[in-house]
């Protein structure tokens, strides 16, 4: 079966930074696009990122655009993000998806087909 696991959340002081991972298994890695939401009580969830199976496409929400970069290591089927200058803004659970295709619908949560179970990020002020 499919799994997907987060890793690397935890409490950061403002202006800190963080390297999230979500190691994939049961699928084949190169073929999914890969995105990272966030979810903060009370709210929807959020698309931050999505890299495309093409490694060089990459996608970002204008919020996080210059702070947040997701790449991905095929060979390690993992998908990071490195998230930089960090902001209390920016505490919230977050959590990686997959799926096959991507197209302009990469920031609808509904879209994907398999999802982590979510790492905290903590930003203190």
């Known amino acids: 079966q499919v799994q997907l696991v987060e890793s690397g959340g935890g409490l950061v002081q403002a202006g800190g930074s963080l390297r999230l991972s979500c190691a994939a298994s049961g699928l084949t890695f190169s073929n999914y696009g890969m995105a990272w939401f966030r979810e903060v009580p009370g709210k929807e969830r959020e698309a931050v990122a999505a890299?495309?199976?093409?490694?060089?496409?990459?996608l970002y929400a204008g919020s996080v655009k210059g702070r947040l970069t997701i790449s991905r290591d095929n060979a390690k089927n993992t998908v990071y993000l490195q998230m930089n200058s960090l902001k209390p803004e920016d505490t919230a659970v977050y959590y990686c998806?997959?799926?096959?295709?991507?197209?302009?619908?990469?920031?609808?949560?509904?879209?994907?087909?398999?999802w982590g179970q979510g790492t905290q990020v903590t930003v203190s002020s």
């Open positions: 890299i495309l199976w093409r490694a060089g496409t990459t």
């Open positions: 998806a997959a799926r096959k295709f991507l197209d302009t619908n990469w920031h609808r949560a509904p879209y994907y087909d398999y």
